[in-house]
């Protein structure tokens, strides 16, 4: 639900320590892995459709599941909170991991509500909102605007545990949104009410119906009109679409008229839904950008197309949910990760092929991934969130930090903290397995959906550790293409600086033998030579060791396997760099950029190309660190 606040805290508090103990009760065997398998996620689910633990629908009458019925407090909190309650769950989020940055556009979130309890928590957990981040103390209840862009970081070594419970509200959530304040507002005066455990039960409210068998026509005019108002200005195709979009509109409401939901009427409208689809894709719809971040035909998709007609969203997609020759497998199924296994064992799905030539086999599941490959703080976030808005590519949403070193054999702990080093001797069939089937269940497209089964998928990834892993990629990868992207040092260094100093790019909490600040960035070998060194001396030495590593293993892949970019191209003039750099990826690009590009989520301070001069004297001494590593990365530029 898009809120007007990013964040609201409820004025409410709730005792931690008894929800803790309440949820240490409950066998570890009812926590069940993300549905989308995000690495480091689990829930535990609260209620459910029927009150059934297994089930994630969002769909169905829902009921309390034995867990929540086990923990009496729990469902106090809950009474407390004064709404009707739809799906809801525990969720937590193992040290060091993170939710991905996204937006919830699904049909359901557009009028229901998360409200957060913090449980297990602490002071480093982070979650960003928009251009807010706030730290969700125990016991607090929040709300936040699930219509922005939003992630969490917990950058700490211990889980962190949230009560999240969804809600399209009641007359007692809303007096405690009335009171409730934003971050940093409602003066020194506010402070939230305690809310006690109780000894009489409590009583909760349940939903029944939170999907149309039939979209009411007023329901519909609401979704257009909520969708038109947020599209950023300026698309040439919006004009077309909009009259598209209003044709469907009237029709719907002239079908309604006549038929209502009537059974005999489904065919009619869904044949209304078929024309109109096709028409605004027809228009390009999918290029057209939210204020957001997202595109207009992924959020017209799931709040109109695949929601009006009950049972038709399979439909509308058709072949792009079928694999060739046959049906996708059910969901959730999965190869196990565990058992190791040699590589002409491994199921044909995840199994890598020699490097394409000419006449040789070509990878059954990854087609020619594009990996980002830059030092820190470059711009690679910028030209990933640009690239990601292609049709034809698949991301996990974000880095991938957590979906590697939870392979255990990946972490730098298990290297006694040598690196982010990974070569092609890492890439044993055990781990080569381990991170393909990965990749393949956290990729999604940019209209949010799952990759197709039995077909090879475009993925499009950019983590900055990923610098330091090249041959290991290339090896796991047979067809994987990198992309270099080079900047001047000089705004660099000093965005590594700040990065560093706002202590949001914290990598790992406590390396042993370093007593430095808590290690932000890529962890590069030789680090332990930089216990003592000043901060400006230490990014130094990340950039020219980052850029040192990518020069060589580049230079040791087939010319054809790599392209480079250089961002001041890049941010001078997007379309032009962007359709050269696609068309050297023999990836279609037909989306027109701005002469400027929107910010870049992980941006710290307002773009200016002489900000980074308030750090020109550190630069200027650290330079001759570099100096030789720059000549070398401008002589890769085409």
């Known amino acids: 639900m898009k809120l007007r606040a990013r964040f609201l805290q409820l004025p409410i508090l709730f005792d931690p320590l008894r929800l803790a103990e309440e949820v240490a009760r409950i066998p570890q065997a009812a926590w069940r892995g993300h549905p989308k398998k995000f690495p480091g996620n689990d829930a535990l689910p609260l209620i459910t459709t029927d009150g059934d633990p297994s089930s994630d629908a969002r769909a169905g009458a829902m009921g309390p599941t034995p867990a929540l019925l086990a923990c009496p407090y729990l469902m106090q909190v809950l009474e407390s909170l004064g709404a009707t309650w739809g799906r809801s769950r525990l969720m937590r989020l193992s040290g060091d991991a993170e939710v991905t940055a996204h937006v919830d556009t699904d049909y359901y979130w557009r009028d229901h509500m998360r409200v957060h309890v913090p449980i297990v928590t602490q002071p480093t957990v982070r979650f960003h909102c928009g251009d807010e981040v706030v730290n969700m103390g125990a016991g607090e209840a929040w709300i936040f605007d699930t219509w922005s862009l939003h992630r969490v970081h917990n950058d700490a070594t211990r889980a962190r545990i949230h009560l999240v419970a969804d809600t399209v509200g009641g007359d007692g959530l809303l007096n405690l949104i009335e009171r409730g304040r934003s971050p940093g507002g409602g003066g020194t005066d506010w402070s939230p009410m305690p809310a006690p455990p109780r000894p009489a039960p409590a009583t909760l409210a349940y939903e029944t119906r939170n999907v149309p068998d039939v979209m009411t026509p007023w329901e519909m005019r609401d979704h257009l009109g909520f969708l038109m108002g947020e599209v950023a200005p300026g698309h040439p195709s919006i004009g077309a679409v909009g009259q598209t979009l209003n044709r469907l509109r009237v029709n719907w409401h002239a079908l309604w008229a006549r038929a209502g939901d009537a059974p005999a009427a489904r065919p009619e409208y869904a044949a209304l839904l078929e024309t109109a689809w096709r028409a605004v894709e027809a228009q390009d719809v999918h290029s057209i950008p939210l204020r957001n971040q997202m595109a207009l035909g ?50 044909a799905a995840i199994r890598p092929s020699a490097p394409a030539t000419a006449g040789a086999p070509r990878d059954p599941a990854f087609d020619r991934p594009v990996f980002i490959v830059s030092s820190p703080r470059s711009g690679s976030s910028l030209l990933f969130e640009t690239l990601a808005k292609s049709p034809h590519l698949s991301t996990i949403g974000g880095e991938s930090h957590g979906l590697i070193e939870a392979i255990p054999e990946l972490h730098p702990a ?42 090879p998928v475009r993925m499009l990834e950019k983590t900055p550790k990923n610098a330091l892993r090249i041959p290991f990629l290339a090896r796991a990868f047979p067809e994987a293409q990198f992309v270099y992207l080079y900047r001047d040092p000089r705004p660099t260094l000093a965005s590594m600086i700040e990065a560093w100093s706002a202590g949001r790019f914290r990598t790992y909490a406590e390396i042993p033998g370093w007593t430095g600040p808590p290690w932000s960035l890529l962890l590069i070998p030789g680090w332990q030579a930089l216990v003592e060194a000043p901060l400006p001396e230490i990014v130094a030495t990340q950039w020219a060791t980052a850029t040192r590593f990518i020069l060589d293993d580049l230079s040791s892949l087939p010319a054809e396997r790599w392209r480079s970019i250089r961002y001041e191209d890049f941010i001078g003039a997007p379309e032009e760099a962007v359709r050269g750099l696609c068309a050297a990826l023999d990836l279609p690009w037909s989306l027109p950029l701005g002469a400027t590009l929107p910010l870049a989520r992980n941006t710290l301070s307002p773009p200016d190309p002489d900000k980074w001069r308030k750090h020109a004297r550190d630069i200027e001494r650290v330079w001759p660190l570099l100096s030789a590593e720059d000549q070398r990365a401008q002589a890769f530029l085409p």
Not at 313 to 327: F, I, L, N, W, Y
């Open 414 to 455: 298990a290297r006694n903290w040598a690196s982010n080093r990974l070569t092609a001797a890492d890439a044993t069939p055990q781990t080569v397995r381990q991170i393909r089937e990965r990749f393949l269940s956290a990729l999604r497209d940019p209209d949010d959906r799952p990759a197709a089964a039995g077909r």
């Open 298 to 347: 992924l959020c017209l998709k799931a709040l109109i197309f695949d929601s009006a007609l009950a049972g038709t969203a399979a439909s509308m997609d058709g072949d792009d949910r079928q694999a060739p020759g046959g049906p996708a497998p059910p969901q959730g199924s999965s190869i196990p990760l565990a058992a190791p296994a040699p590589e002409s064992d491994l199921p």
